[in-house]
């Protein structure tokens, strides 16, 4: 029985193997105003743990993400979520009422829970670059990314930079 006939087959099968390995060994470095130093990293995401500084230590997780939640440290248990993101709005904790929201992220932008108010955002997204407020001045940067992010692990790691540096 042969599984893979022809070079093509196993050139394929190799190069999505090597994308699977190395994709799930990918890792995001959090770095603090708009430095790129490695002294200067204050967290980092691989998979979908947020790790303290350049640890991949287990017992440096700081929060993790699974599914729309971001839950604290390595737990799972329903009382250690710490936000659910649904829609582009966070709430804190399991909840889903509206009463409950922390921050709304819309278009770039992170508005005071429920706003979408201009004089509401507390900070905005250009790129890699998280801008204080609705700044865009390099002196403003608050923290930068090393790379790509989904929403859930935006709000993962902004719980790193804001409650646990």
């Not at 994308?19 to 603090?32: D, E, I, N, R, T």
């Not at 105003?33 to 200067?40: A, E, F, I, Q, V």
Request: charged share 20%; glycine share 10%.
């Amino acid at each position: 029985m042969t599984i893979m006939k022809t070079p093509i087959q196993r050139t394929m099968m190799t190069l999505f193997f090597c994308f699977a390995f190395v994709s799930g060994f990918a890792q995001v470095k959090v770095y603090k105003n708009n430095s790129s130093y490695s002294g200067d990293v204050i967290c980092n995401l691989k998979g979908d743990k947020v790790y303290r500084g350049n640890s991949s230590y287990s017992g440096d997780v700081l929060c993790h993400v699974d599914d729309n939640k971001v839950y604290r440290g390595n737990s799972s248990y329903s009382g250690d979520i710490l936000y659910t993101i649904r829609n582009g709005k966070v709430y804190s904790g399991s909840s889903s009422y509206s009463g409950d929201v922390v921050f709304t992220i819309r278009e770039g932008k992170i508005y005071k829970e429920n706003s979408s108010y201009s004089g509401d955002i507390i900070a905005n997204k250009k790129g890699n670059k998280v801008y204080k407020n609705n700044s865009n001045y390099s002196g403003d940067v608050d923290f930068n990314l090393s790379g790509d992010v989904t929403i859930e692990q935006f709000v993962a790691i902004w719980y790193a930079v804001k409650y646990c540096w």
